[in-house]
């Protein structure tokens, strides 16, 4: 297929329910065959621009200003010229088993049946997703869910290639295999990607684009350019641009209390283990990194010592300065006394989402505990979080890194003693990572005890946490 020619003149949109436009005036041309890095602040309009170019953006979700356009046309008419990998790697997922969801793409594009399972399996191949087609698509884990996201894109072969985060949910080695496995199996097409590891990208694309907030584009040019001589004026603006850490790491601090501990503990789902046996103390103050490849079983060992999936094997057992009464086994507590006990942050922030709007998400776990000055509190968290402008937002309509900073703030707002946080740092921006990081720091000086699921070794480093590195299953 031909590379396509993206174009936007004067273009804005706005989501329905939120005030303030999320793209306006943007006037940008990306030729055939380009490989652009589409950067910006978190809420700057990223994803909001590639659902546009891809067609995916219906009338009844905003307001549109100005004229986008592939090849000259509505993108919402132009079937099968791009192909577009949603920031949600399970918003993805359509179908039941990895070999169909692969497929269906190349389906609806009609393309000969003799020629689609050719084309799955080379996808697959090189994104390194080594499961059997059959394989349930619910059972991948979050990275594994991003590599059949992007095989399935590859696998259309279109014209123009559009990747929303592509490696966030990756663990480093998988970071460079997919990255390397995008740009050979888009040569010659046209391909944007939005990305805030920078550094990954920065060689092997011919231009940068960097978005304004509100508006339209903020720097345009060669990524020497782009991230070289203005690097620093970007850096200020939230954009993140190669460099040192953005906060030195947290200097050792003397734990408290133990709170949580897992003895032997085989984490799974439906009685089968995911990896091995581990043992874990979590203590008041202290900061417990869980790293390694994907699939490893990290999202399923947090979602374990958050009370919310029973262990396969082994225990975890609540410290009586935790329990406060009732059993030690925390997946035999009651939702509301979870609530105040340990929180959690599950890896998709819009599957804890309940509520029409951020003010009421934030509201639901301080009114469930029966807490007081609830619409205070709610205040002070919009405003620690950068959130204060989309209170009355539907937290369906915010950008990834918006919905991750509200699940983030939606755990914390029952003050639990022990926080259990899944990609935290998804999403961010500089200034709103560093926003996050500073709002952790501050929980573990009052003695929270946070265990974070993460590839983000500065985020890690940061916190001053112990490391536990799980092995491929």
Not at 107 to 122: H, K, T
Not at 162 to 182: I, M, S
Not at 279 to 301: E, H, I, M, Q, Y
Not at 431 to 460: C, K, M, P, Q, S
């Amino acid at each position: 297929m031909t590379p396509a020619a993206l174009v936007a003149e004067g273009w804005g949109w706005r989501h329905a329910g939120r005030a303030g436009w999320a793209v306006r005036g943007l006037d940008l041309r990306i030729e055939p065959g380009e490989r652009v890095l589409l950067l910006g602040a978190s809420g700057a309009g990223k994803s909001t621009l590639l659902r546009a170019l891809a067609g995916v953006l219906g009338d009844d979700e905003g307001d549109q200003e100005g004229r986008l356009s592939i090849d000259g046309g509505d993108p919402r008419r132009a079937r099968g010229r791009a192909g577009l990998v949603l920031q949600a790697p399970d918003a993805n997922t359509v179908l039941e088993r990895v070999g169909d969801d692969v497929a269906f793409g190349c389906e609806n594009l009609a393309v000969p049946a003799e020629r689609i399972a050719g084309r799955v399996a080379a996808a697959l191949h090189a994104v390194g997703l080594t499961v059997p087609l059959d394989r349930s698509t619910s059972a991948l884990s979050g990275g594994q869910q991003q590599r059949l996201a992007i095989a399935g894109v590859l696998a259309m072969e279109p014209g123009a290639v559009l990747l929303d985060e592509p490696t966030a949910n990756l663990d480093p080695g998988g970071v460079v295999e997919v990255r390397d496995a995008v740009l050979a199996a888009t040569a010659g097409a046209t391909l944007v990607v939005v990305e805030h590891r920078v550094a990954v990208w920065q060689h092997h694309v011919d231009r940068v684009v960097v978005l304004q907030p509100g508006g339209g584009v903020l720097a345009d040019g060669s990524p020497e350019r782009v991230l070289g001589a203005l690097g620093a004026s970007l850096g200020a603006a939230g954009v993140w641009v190669p460099g040192p850490p953005p906060r030195p790491p947290r200097p050792a601090a003397v734990e408290g209390a133990l709170l949580l501990e897992a003895v032997d503990l085989a984490a799974g789902r439906g009685g089968s283990a995911v990896g091995g046996a581990v043992d874990l103390r979590l203590c008041a103050g202290g900061a417990l990194a869980v790293l390694g490849p994907n699939g490893a079983g990290k999202s399923t060992l947090a979602l374990t010592l958050a009370g919310l999936l029973p262990p396969v094997a082994g225990d975890v057992v609540a410290a009586p300065a935790l329990a406060r009464g009732l059993k030690a086994s925390p997946v035999r507590w009651r939702s509301r006394d979870l609530l105040s006990r340990i929180g959690c942050v599950f890896q998709q922030p819009e599957h804890q989402f309940l509520a029409p709007t951020v003010r009421q998400e934030l509201a639901v776990g301080p009114r469930a505990t029966r807490a007081p000055d609830v619409d205070e509190a709610v205040d002070a968290m919009l405003d620690r979080l950068r959130l204060a402008a989309l209170a009355d937002a539907n937290p369906f309509t915010l950008s990834g890194g918006e919905q991750r900073r509200l699940s983030v703030a939606t755990a914390l707002a029952t003050a639990p003693q022990v926080l259990v946080v899944d990609e935290p740092t998804f999403g961010q921006d500089a200034i709103t990572w560093g926003a996050l990081v500073d709002l952790f720091r501050g929980l573990l000086d009052a003695g929270t005890a946070v265990a974070a699921v993460t590839h983000d070794e500065d985020f890690a480093a940061a916190l001053g946490a112990e490391r536990l590195v799980l092995a491929a299953a």
